[in-house]
């Protein structure tokens, strides 16, 4: 049974605020990733995901764990094709998982690529994300 585009009421999905009609980049994909969350986010959005854009997207969708990197950088790297009001939504281990996050790197990273930490949500038993927005100008 298949529900239409869009309905994810009560789910990870409706949590993230993913809707149809979005443009929606994926990064960071491996082989660990939540294939039933990706299953629900391309439903809900109606498409498949970007990976090469050619315009700006409307969210970024990075799957990131602690041995990833750097994730000041990689956040900078999301920046790239995101629309100015879009949001950045980070998939990390939940706390006690291989990979997790610490809390005060993803802060340090957040500020260093200029981010704002807009709220977090549990999207299954092993990740959970963080959505980061560009900060609403004017206070310094």
């Not at 993913?18 to 929606?24: D, I, K, N, R």
């Not at 706390?95 to 977090?120: I, K």
């Amino acid at each position: 049974m298949s529900t239409a585009p869009g309905s994810t009421t009560g789910s990870p999905v409706a949590a993230l605020g993913l809707t149809a009609g979005q443009v929606v980049q994926e990064l960071g994909w491996d082989e660990d990733v939540d294939e039933g969350l990706r299953s629900a986010i391309l439903d809900a959005i109606g498409e498949d995901f970007v990976y090469e854009a050619i315009e700006a997207v409307d969210v970024v969708l990075l799957w990131w764990r602690e041995d990833d990197g750097d994730l000041g950088d990689g956040l900078v790297d999301a920046l790239t094709d995101l629309a100015a009001g879009g949001a950045i939504w980070l998939l990390s281990p939940k706390v006690g998982r291989d990979g997790y996050l610490d809390p005060s790197d993803l802060a340090e990273a957040a500020l260093t690529a200029g981010l704002a930490m807009a709220n977090s949500v549990s999207v299954g038993k092993l990740w959970q994300a963080h959505k980061l927005v560009r900060p609403k100008g004017g206070r310094r």
